[in-house]
């Protein structure tokens, strides 16, 4: 069998599950917004059910301007100040995260660090489940990073402006069993923070 590389690898991913997909190859765009040109990209995008799938890779000269990441969004009903991003803890973040939050839930401040510009009570989306879901998807896929957050990713055109909801590592993911991984267990438990929040409304 012909080695694929992680961009072809990944690419046959979408058309293998017959699932409606855009490249930075594409002449037609629905889901990416139009990048910079000075930038050099690749990308793909799908979308499953509510998730949207993005593996994203940028490089440009300019100083703070390469980027890479995979994740998967969905837009989640609350409000714009309602913001937080949740890892796993390191010794590093003693020094470098401001911000750091507690809920009050051992599980989750034993093995997590939140930040967030304001207090909010984040142990009302939270629960031991998602701790579970959580650690059990960043087995695979880590490092593994939560965020709600407004208008987080603009560049995916349906999510522009909207509260969004996501599960996101610095990492280009393209193996077949990664990205089941990534969508089964991110559905999972982005769906259950979805319910939890409606008690908001």
């Keep these: 069998m012909e080695n694929l590389n992680t961009f072809d690898q990944l690419m046959n991913y979408p058309i293998e599950n017959k699932l409606e997909y855009e490249t930075h190859r594409s ?7 139009s990048n910079d040109p000075m930038l050099n990209t690749k990308y793909i995008a799908f979308k499953k059910q509510n998730l949207m799938f993005c593996a994203y890779d940028s490089y440009a000269a300019k100083a703070g301007s390469t980027q890479t990441f995979t994740g998967v969004y969905c837009p989640i009903r609350l409000k714009p100040e309602m913001e937080l991003a949740l890892s796993r803890k390191h010794w590093s973040d003693y ?3 401001f911000n750091k ?3 009050g839930a051992d599980v989750i401040d ?3 660090t939140i930040t967030a510009a304001k207090k909010w009570n984040f142990e009302s989306i939270l629960s031991e489940k998602e701790v579970h879901l959580f650690l059990e998807l960043e087995k695979q896929i880590r490092p593994l990073k939560l965020l709600i957050q407004h208008n987080y990713i603009p560049i995916i055109s349906e999510l522009k402006g909207k509260q969004v909801i996501g599960l996101e590592t610095n990492q280009w993911v393209s193996k077949k069993e990664d990205v089941d991984q990534f969508l089964n267990l991110g559905d999972m438990l982005l769906e259950n923070i979805i319910k939890a929040s ?3 409304f």
């Design 101 to 103: 939050r507690k809920t």
């Design 95 to 97: 020094i470098l995260l």
């Design 110 to 112: 034993r093995n997590f």
């Design 198 to 200: 409606s008690r908001f």
């Design 27 to 33: 002449e037609k765009r629905f889901f990416i917004v």
